[in-house]
């Protein structure tokens, strides 16, 4: 494998995911005026035109959005919200690529503006619509211990130079979360790049140490936040005297190395746990047997480390626990494994496809965390990590399926119930776990900020939407 600042070569395979479609239209963002009216740093924001019905908290006359009339029909919008809460990032096309813009989640106001960023060229599977292949760049937040940062990657392929072929890659350019003025550059880039030129749906996770991208083969690259390419397939987490490789479907880069599924195996989910760092068998919940012994008839007991992440979000990591006839899933510390709740309950997994999704599928809605901290939701489940406390919203007979996609500070949830449409729209108290259903045509926020609530959909018309509402006081 060859390994470089400006290329990693590795065989790619798994999954990473947008969560709504767009139309296609001519044009760049729109709004009541230009997405970048006003310039960086001005005080003009974008107007609110769109009219939507949102849940009773959301003031659906305040706020302000802009138009994707770019974005290709059945691609999902790129976006993320700054880890703080107070800033909303996302992508416009112009004739010379793509900009990041960043405005304040209250105001609108643009804060900053990046300088064009040309993606890779699209493979033939992207340039057909009918594939449903990821074909425009995303988003990811990037946490980090001083400052953090928003990712913009994008699948495609490149090459060197005209006198080389084209290679496929995962191309990724980071921008400071907290920057301002126009024509910012990315502080660090960098390539994943497949030495064959096949790429079998990348994945690809965001977390503290920059983008990580792994392989069907156990292959696994780290781009940080610098540009340093790093070849991080050798990692090794250490469960029960035994060496496993890095999990191609659920892969972070922590603080102190790569934080990884064991492999699975007879009684246990196979454990977790950080390359050279901690492991799932030393921080189990309570009441929680860190080691699964089973019964072999004829070759004697097997022995599992319990455990498996399904899903991850800031500095936290969501794990799945064997116990009895009843599962426990569990937060933990992304940095130490320390568990900071638990809910009575499995978590759905997680599944991050290259591919977008059909709209019916919500298995890529991922993990959320509160403007605040405070909370976390993944699936139904819903966490208080100040109490520890964990509830499971979809629990019970016949209950209909819950997936939550953001969660206020006020410790409210919203989501969608049922896997079949037409779905739910439904509110959650993490207080107390339970579920309430809104009116059928309520639009739920997919992201909550300090104050408002981020909204992607259609508003009525032919292109998707991004629209901040503000929270009610």
Known sequence: MRIGKGAASVLLAGALAGMVSGCESGGGATGGQSAHGGGAGGAGGVPLKSRITAPAAFDSAKGWEVEAGWLPQGQPLPYAVSGKGDAVAYLDKTARGYVLDVRDASSGRLLSTSKPWQGPKLTKEQSDEQSGALAVPQIALIPGAQRDYFAVWARGEARKDELHEYKEVVAVAFYPADASGKDVSPVGAGNAEAPDGEFDRPSVFPGPGGLVVTSYGGDSILVAPDGKVTDTSDAKVTLNGKA????????????????????????????????????????????????????????????????????????????????GPDDVSAVHDLATGAVQATAPCRTKETEYGADVPDPKNLADVRPALSPDGRYLVKGGSVFDLKTGKGRCTDSGEDARKITLAAVGDDGTAYG???????????????ATGAAKPLPEATVTPDALTRGAGVFVTYAGTDSMHLIVLDLKN
């Open 244 to 323: 496993a490789d890095p999990d191609y479907l659920m892969s972070f880069q922590g603080p102190a190395g790569l934080v990884t599924n064991g492999e699975e195996g007879a009684g246990g989910d196979g454990g977790f746990g950080a390359d050279g760092g901690w492991r799932s068998t030393k921080v189990a919940p309570p009441g929680v047997e860190a080691v699964r012994k089973e019964e072999n008839v004829g070759f004697g007991t097997d022995e599992t480390p319990n455990g498996r992440i399904v899903g991850a979000v800031g500095d936290h990591v969501i794990a799945n626990w064997l116990k």
């Open 416 to 430: 969608l119930a049922g896997e079949d449409t037409p779905r739910t729209p439904v509110s959650v108290s993490v």
